[in-house]
């Protein structure tokens, strides 16, 4: 059970991220500043594990933020807000697809390199030190995993995983009963998603 | 995938989800796991981290810590909740007070509490994350367990059973034993110093007092005096595992009744009693007990070391004889659930239960549930095959063994499914209290409310209660999708006594269509399986423990 006071604290944050957004669609530019900054720490992370280095040698990561960001923006009026795990969904995915573009875009660069680049291990053995987190085979199988899951649970796992949200706000959002559900919907999603990736052995 | 690599992966799940640092190297040397699913846990670690997969501990470059609250506090240290602000994690901050009366004493038994947790790993022992010096100072970093200490629960919801208490015995032997394999001994082991987590594990905590059982054990010997054992007042007595297993005993004396065995008005009075021996017996302050767990209790606190369990493993063993034997008709030492007035007959037959025992091998969830119903006054017991008529109450009392997630659905002939508890609104709501006879649907303002029986023409009602040590996710989110009973004031037109109590109105809502069979997994309850096969899917899953209770009632037509 979610205590009154972090009840509130939640109900805060939900509806906190709900105002910005509705002020962000009415025009204002100041709420619109307010709302991405709240995604940017997680947005940054996202996009930067998965930035392949030849993209990542023409773009910093925080321009692709910023990128991903006014691309959000612009696409405001065509999002539908269902919670702050709807919101991170949509931005994600803005991500994803930007990642896609940059990548296509570097690998006819004549200095890009292959999108396989992060994959490369350097001459030692050892991982380059400019390497993606997730290797394009990986992010996509993830990614592939991860659209095998509900919904909600989907949303759920994302908040904590991506976003670190507490389970008392992923619980709140996502509809759950309480923050131990939200915790066991997040565990199972991990589970899910073990079997799925080791099935397609990207854990080996 | 076999059942012990799933318990590893659903383990490791809980520890990345929670932000709990995971030891690869162990892992892999255990051999729980195939390497394909570590690389897939070690994927999503370095998601939720975003850091490349790495085996490196997480606090390789320092402690980033930013202390919320202190939660806790005794004579040589303070413990905060504290969040590590580099993984985003809340952990418990354990420093040395700035007025202990020694200091350097202070900080000796922090290092030395830091390396007893180091050499431990084990679900019963809270896990250490790091020990850092600042300015010479040692400070420790915890895992937060989230939960309540035993001293805490009693104190506010009375004392266990003996069959709870057994299990609670249990998993703390295993926590012993684990410390003892290593040549430690804790030395305070004792009701705020156990947490019960969210969840239902039970974690022993402050190592403030381990002593390496290979030094020199000179007096006087630290401790909290209404927990030690003889040995422990006597300066030339050396202490050992007798003497934790001695304040286990205290503790399952004191968790079962409230009280210790040893009750004195003066630091001497008491080193006097119980080096004496002279202790109440269990039975005289709960003659209700099970002669086999006090006998239990007795031995664990002889005043003989030589006495007492030779070790934590054998205490162990005793109370899981215990627990098995009480599981036999007629053992319990006090009825499990104590009937309302005019109560009486046993909901008997289509019990199903289901046990599945859990990762950590704890003993399986135990749901003791049982109908009743209500009509002209009076309330009687139900059993399956009994008639119920439009205008009765009916009310469920339930008691589990472990805390529990609970869920009870109701289908009639035709197909239509309601929930009837979780009841929105009123309490008791999930997780229910574990040694607690939970009256169901519960109160709202003070007012006990019961389902109001509004089906009529025959036919029947197939009743599921299910019991789960954690939320069952996917039958939660199925929920969500059911009607469920409304809160609803019996009206004078339905002739119901509304003077005791209202009601809850059983019988609105959609049509869920029946007749289809239940897939062998439940990931996705689908609306067309009956509560049946229900149950007995929900039964064939493994993912935690779960009792569940079918019953069938008659329409009167």
């Known amino acids: 059970m979610i205590p009154e006071e972090r009840r509130a604290a939640c109900a805060s944050e939900l509806s906190r991220t709900a105002d910005l957004l509705e002020e962000a669609r009415r025009g204002d530019a100041a709420a619109r500043d307010a709302l991405f900054a709240r995604y940017r720490e997680p ?16 773009l910093e990561t925080e321009d692709v933020v910023q990128e991903v ?30 990642v896609v573009q940059v990548s296509r875009r570097a690998r006819r660069a ?82 899910h998603l073990t079997r799925e990736l080791a099935r397609d052995g990207f854990g080996a | ?72 506090s005794g004579s040589a240290s303070r413990v905060h909740r504290a969040l590590d602000r580099a993984l985003g994690r809340p952990v418990a901050l354990k420093l040395v007070r700035a007025d202990a009366i020694v200091p350097e004493a202070a900080r000796e038994r922090f290092l030395a509490e830091a390396r007893a947790l180091a050499s431990i790993d084990h679900p019963n022992v809270v896990r250490i994350h790091s020990v850092e010096l600042v300015d010479g100072t040692p400070r420790l970093c915890l895992e937060l367990v989230d939960g309540k200490t035993l001293e805490r629960i009693v104190r506010d919801d009375g004392p266990f059973s003996p069959e709870e208490v057994a299990r609670i015995g249990i998993d703390l032997c295993r926590a ?80 079962v009744c409230g009280r210790y ?38 031995k664990a606190t002889a005043t ?50 289901v046990a599945i025992a859990s990762w950590s091998g704890r003993a399986p969830l135990e749901l003791d549930a049982r109908f009743f119903v209500t009509r002209d006054g009076v309330a009687r017991g139900l059993s399956s095959g009994d008639s119920v008529r439009v205008g009765d109450l009916l009310f469920l009392e339930a ?57 009529q023409g025959g036919g029947a009602e197939t009743i599921l209660v299910v019991a789960a040590s954690e939320p069952i996710e996917h039958l939660e989110s199925f929920l969500r999708g059911v009607p469920a009973v409304k809160p609803e004031d019996a009206s004078p037109a339905r002739k119901v006594d509304v003077s005791t109590r209202a009601a809850l109105y059983r019988g609105i809502g959609k049509t869920a269509p029946a007749g289809a069979a239940a897939e062998s997994h439940v990931e996705s309850p689908s609306p067309a399986a009956r509560l049946e096969d229900w149950a007995a899917a929900l039964a064939r899953e493994d993912a935690t423990d779960r009792a569940v209770k079918l019953i069938r009632l008659r329409n009167a037509p």
């Open chain 2, 399 to 455: 008691r589990f063994n472990r805390e529990s997630h609970v869920y009870v659905l109701d289908e009639d002939d035709a197909g239509e499914l309601f929930t009837m508890f979780p009841a929105p609104g009123y309490e008791p709501r999930n997780p229910l209290r574990a040694g607690t006879t939970h009256r169901l649907p519960g109160t709202r303002a003070g007012k006990s409310h019961d389902w109001l029986v509004s089906s």
């Open chain 1, 110 to 191: 004549p200095d890009g390199g292959s999108l396989d680049d992060a994959a490369e291990p350097a001459a030692n053995g050892s991982r380059p030190a400019w390497a993606a987190l997730l290797t394009k085979e990986a992010g996509e199988a993830f990614e592939k995993a991860l659209s095998s899951v509900s919904p909600e649970n989907r949303a759920a796992f994302l908040l904590r995983f991506e976003v670190d949200l507490d389970y008392a706000t992923i619980a709140a959002d996502c509809g759950f009963p309480s923050p131990d559900a939200a915790r066991m919907a997040v565990c199972r999603v991990v589970q």
């Open chain 1, 69 to 98: 960001s006014a691309r959000a923006f612009s696409n405001l009026d065509r999002f539908d807000y269902r919670g702050i795990g709807s919101f991170w969904g949509f931005l994600r995915q803005i991500g994803l697809n930007y």
């Open chain 2, 1 to 72: 995938m076999t059942d012990s690599e799933r318990d590893a992966v659903r383990r490791i799940a809980a520890s990345l989800a929670d932000g709990q640092p995971v030891d690869w190297d162990a892992l892999r040397a255990s051999g729980a796991l195939a390497e394909r699913e570590i690389g897939a846990l070690r994927l999503l670690e370095s998601i939720r981290s975003g850091r490349p997969p790495s085996g490196a501990s997480p606090h390789a470059d320092g402690l980033d810590i930013e202390i919320l609250e202190e939660i806790g």
């Open chain 2, 176 to 255: 012993l034993a684990a410390i003892h394999a290593k040549g430690l001994v804790h030395r305070d082991v004792k009701p705020s110093n156990v947490m019960r987590a969210t969840g239902g594990r039970t974690v022993l905590l402050d190592f403030g007092v381990v002593r390496d059982a290979g030094s020199p054990d000179r007096g006087p010997h630290p401790g909290t005096p209404v927990a030690m054992a003889p040995e422990q007042f006597d300066a030339a007595g050396e202490t050992g595992q007798a003497t934790d297993v001695y304040a286990l005993g205290v503790l399952l004396y004191w968790a």
């Open chain 1, 43 to 58: 947005l940054s992370r996202f996009l930067h594990a998965r930035l392949p280095a030849s993209a990542r040698g023409m």
């Open chain 2, 261 to 298: 065995p040893v009750e004195a008005a003066s630091y001497e009075e008491l080193r006097d009693l119980v080096r004496a021996g002279r202790r109440t017996p269990l039975a005289d302050r709960r003659p209700d007990v099970p002669g086999d767990f006090v006998s239990i209790v007795e």
């Open chain 2, 304 to 353: 003989a070391p030589s006495s007492r369990f030779e070790s934590a493993g054998a205490f162990e063993r005793a109370l899981r004889e215990f627990l098995s034997l009480s599981k036999g008709p007629g053992r319990r030492g006090r009825p499990a659930m104590p009937w309302i007035a005019g109560a009486a007959a046993l909901i008997a037959a289509l019990a199903v239960w």
